[in-house]
Nanobody, 121 residues
Framework: QVMLVESGGGLVQPGGSLRLSCAAS????????IAWFRQAPGKEREVVSC????????HYSRSVKGRFTASRDDVKKTMYLQMTSLKPEDTALYLC??????????????WGQGTQVTVSA
């Protein structure tokens, strides 16, 4: 069973930075993808970024491209989301999720508990 544990959220001022971590365990294959979704009150859940473990290729939503960077540490089995130039509209619960195979918009089978990111002056 795949387990995901997020950390790194918090309160930050506009223009600031945060790094989210997603510690993963339980994969039975090296071919998997880990994505970050976010859920803001009153809004639909949206995919923010995804990284393919097998080759490190990354994908980003239009709203965060150029500001967020996904990376991975193979030894620690941890994925990171470095967020810079944060805006109030980035405020949301950020959820780490995983699927076997490659990055996709749907069909994620494991979810973490989420970490809150609040961008406010």
């Amino acid at each position: 069973q795949v387990m995901l544990v997020e950390s790194g959220g918090g309160l930050v001022q506009p223009g600031g930075s945060l790094r989210l971590s997603c510690a993963a365990s339980g994969f039975t294959s090296d071919i998997y993808a880990i994505a970050w979704f976010r859920q803001a009150p009153g809004k639909e859940r949206e995919v923010v970024s995804c990284i393919n473990n097998i080759d490190g290729t990354t994908h980003y939503s239009r709203s965060v491209k150029g500001r967020f960077t996904a990376s991975r540490d193979d030894v620690k089995k941890t994925m990171y989301l470095q967020m810079t130039s944060l805006k109030p509209e980035d405020t949301a619960l950020y959820l780490c999720t995983a699927r076997y195979g490659y990055c996709d918009a749907v069909n994620y089978h494991s979810w973490g508990q989420g970490t809150q990111v609040t961008v406010s002056a």
